[in-house]
Every structure is written in structure tokens, then in C-alpha cells.
């Protein structure tokens, strides 16, 4: 059975940092490319970071060079550096993996939280 795990999140005090990890018990897990989203309550879920198969690095703008994602396909994981959290960062954060050759394998995990709050 296929999982995506995250972990990592907590409660942060603006300006802190935390790291995200996202494990995948994929086969060929460097045929993914991951996505990190987020959540807020009462909000849509929204784009942060994307990785592709051959390390293409995409952020949303309102990262503005804060998080820095890094993947490791001999352990299967994608990780997410937050920096500079700010209350407006607080939400669930979500991975997702999606195969490059066919939509069929497409995974999301079940979210860590992210409260940044002094």
C-alpha cells in the first residue's frame, strides 16, 4: 500500500524555523514529482513548493526565499526548510506525489501541522 507520511510541524514562534519531512513508500520514488500545499482553516488549499523527477525547485511568491525543499530519493523523502515563520504560515501542510508518466499514481499524505503563534 502506497503512503505518503508527513512530519515535522508543531508551534513556532514568529521568526522560527521548522523542517517538514514527507516520506513515500513508493517504488521508483525519483519518477515522483512532489508538491508541498497548504491549508488554512476557511481558506483553499494552496501551492508552497514544488519538486520535479530532475529537481526542477518551483515556490509560490509569498515564500519569497524563506523555505528551501530538497529531495532524497535513496531514502524516499522530500523535505521543506521553513524560515522566518510568520503567523500567516500557520496551516496544515500537505505532500503530494504525482508519477511523470501517468496521472494513475498520484498520493497525498495526511498533513502535519504548522502553528506559528507567540
Known amino acids: 500500500q502506497v503512503r505518503l507520511v508527513e512530519s515535522g510541524g508543531g508551534l513556532v514562534q514568529p521568526g522560527g524555523s521548522l523542517r517538514l519531512s514527507c516520506a513515500a513508500s513508493v517504488n521508483h520514488f525519483s519518477l515522483y514529482g512532489v508538491d508541498w500545499y497548504r491549508q488554512a482553516p476557511g481558506n483553499e488549499r494552496e501551492l508552497v513548493a514544488s519538486?520535479?523527477?530532475?529537481?526542477?525547485?518551483n515556490y509560490a511568491r509569498f515564500v519569497k526565499g524563506r523555505f528551501t525543499i530538497s529531495r532524497d530519493n535513496a531514502k524516499n523523502t522530500v523535505t521543506l526548510q521553513m524560515t522566518s515563520l510568520q503567523p500567516a504560515d500557520t496551516a496544515g501542510y500537505y505532500c503530494?506525489?504525482?508519477?511523470?508518466?501517468?496521472?494513475?499514481?498520484?498520493?497525498w499524505g495526511q498533513g502535519t501541522q504548522v502553528t506559528v503563534s507567540a
Open positions: 519538486i520535479t523527477s530532475t529537481n526542477i525547485i
Open positions: 503530494n506525489a504525482k508519477h511523470v508518466y501517468t496521472s494513475k499514481y498520484n498520493y
